[in-house]
Antibody
Framework: EVQLEESGGGLVQPGGSLKVSCAASGFTLSGSAVHWVRQASGKGLEWVGRIRSKSKNYATEYAAAVNGRFTIFRDDSKNTAYLQMNSLRTEDTAVYYC????????????WGKGTTVTVSS | DIQLTQSPSFLSASVGDRVIITCRASQGISTYLAWFQQKPGKAPKLLIYDASTLQSGVPSRFSGSGSGTEFTLTISSLQPEDFATYYCQQLNNYPFTFGPGTTVDIK
């Protein structure tokens, strides 16, 4: 079964750092771009950023709200992508989802269940 | 950034009803639009991509149409499992923005 699973969420103080992971199973992640999307409690979906595959030079894009603070990277040997979050703010509190860029159409077709990041003192 | 608006924000409907949700983009996005369904505590689920292509495994009562700046998601006959929040997302320009969502509730 094709799956993504996020891990590494938790409680962190404002100004702190956290790295969350996105592990793929049932398919090889290396051929796909990986996107991150977050959702604050009771709010809508917010696109965070994406990393492309090796063939596209691991190119990254970020939302303005996280640019310069968050970094997306990947380790294809581990079939895993990562979201490194630095200088965290209370407004970064959310469930963070990773998703796969679909092979056959412009869309995000596979999503993980999400991991919760809480930024609070 | 491209802004997406959805209407209505909330609707109450009954099982068997035909439901139409509209998504409007602040500038033309061709057909680079997807629709998602999300239930409480769950990840979004892809329903439609490329404005009108049904994702594999999604029931045929869901359909999408539109291009440019105006798009619709139609549920031809609402089923009990369809009560959820629906989001559109544009994939034409970064950042890949989402609409604010439409919650479909039981009447």
């Amino acid at each position: 079964e094709v799956q993504l699973e996020e891990s590494g969420g938790g409680l962190v103080q404002p100004g702190g750092s956290l790295k969350v992971s996105c592990a793929a199973s049932g398919f090889t992640l290396s051929g796909s771009a990986v996107h991150w999307v977050r959702q604050a409690s009771g709010k809508g979906l917010e696109w965070v950023g994406r990393i492309r595959s090796k063939s596209k030079n691991y190119a990254t894009e970020y939302a303005a709200a996280v640019n310069g603070r968050f970094t997306i990277f990947r380790d294809d040997s581990k079939n895993t992508a990562y979201l490194q979050m630095n200088s965290l703010r209370t407004e970064d509190t959310a469930v963070y989802y990773c998703s796969r860029w679909a092979i056959d159409g412009p869309s995000l077709d596979v999503w993980g269940k999400g991991t919760t990041v809480t930024v609070s003192s | 950034d491209i802004q997406l608006t959805q209407s209505p924000s909330f609707l109450s409907a009954s099982v068997g009803d035909r439901v139409i949700i509209t998504c409007r983009a602040s500038q033309g996005i061709s057909t680079y639009l997807a629709w998602f369904q999300q239930k409480p505590g769950k990840a979004p689920k892809l329903l439609i991509y490329d404005a009108s292509t049904l994702q594999s495994g999604v029931p045929s009562r869901f359909s999408g149409s539109g291009s440019g700046t105006e798009f619709t998601l139609t549920i031809s006959s609402l089923q009990p499992e369809d009560f959820a929040t629906y989001y559109c997302q544009q994939l034409n320009n970064y950042p890949f923005t989402f609409g604010p969502g439409t919650t479909v509730d039981i009447k």
